[in-house]
């Protein structure tokens, strides 16, 4: 999932307008250092994400025969792929109706 700058910043003020809600939580820091904490987390997760997209589609590219993408062979093969490459990185299992 690709995010503009902007919509990631939005979400950080989100999660902080959340995170002020829990009442068991302290902030140790000033809030804004940690929305800026939480822009940067989201930033690499999706700098992440982009890499194993790229690394998936060169891996399908890489096929003998051709794949079209868009097509059932080709998202069966994006899917398992993308699943390997998140399973490698140590993310947890994402739940197949979650995956692309």
Same mark, same amino acid.
């Given at each position: 999932?690709?995010?503009?700058?902007?919509?990631?910043v939005?979400?950080?003020?989100?999660?902080?307008?959340?995170?002020?809600?829990?009442?068991?939580?302290?902030?140790?820091?000033?809030?804004?250092?940690?929305?800026?904490?939480?822009?940067? +987390? #989201?930033?690499e997760?999706?700098?992440? $994400?982009?890499?194993?997209?790229?690394? =998936?589609?060169?891996?399908? %590219?890489? /096929?003998?025969?051709?794949?079209?993408?868009?097509?059932?062979?080709?998202? +069966? #093969?994006?899917?398992?792929?993308?699943? $390997?490459?998140?399973?490698?990185?140590? =993310?947890?299992?994402?739940? %197949?109706? /979650?995956?692309?």
């Amino acid at each position: 999932m690709r995010l503009s700058r902007e919509k990631t910043v939005r979400l950080s003020h989100r999660i902080i307008e959340l995170l002020v809600t829990i009442d068991d939580l302290d902030f140790v820091e000033d809030r804004d250092t940690i929305r800026q904490e939480i822009v940067t +987390i #989201l930033q690499e997760l999706l700098k992440q $994400e982009e890499q194993v997209d790229a690394e =998936v589609r060169a891996k399908i %590219a890489s /096929q003998k025969k051709e794949i079209l993408e868009g097509s059932e062979e080709w998202d +069966i #093969l994006y899917r398992r792929y993308y699943a $390997e490459s998140l399973k490698r990185m140590g =993310v947890a299992d994402v739940p %197949a109706e /979650q995956r692309r």
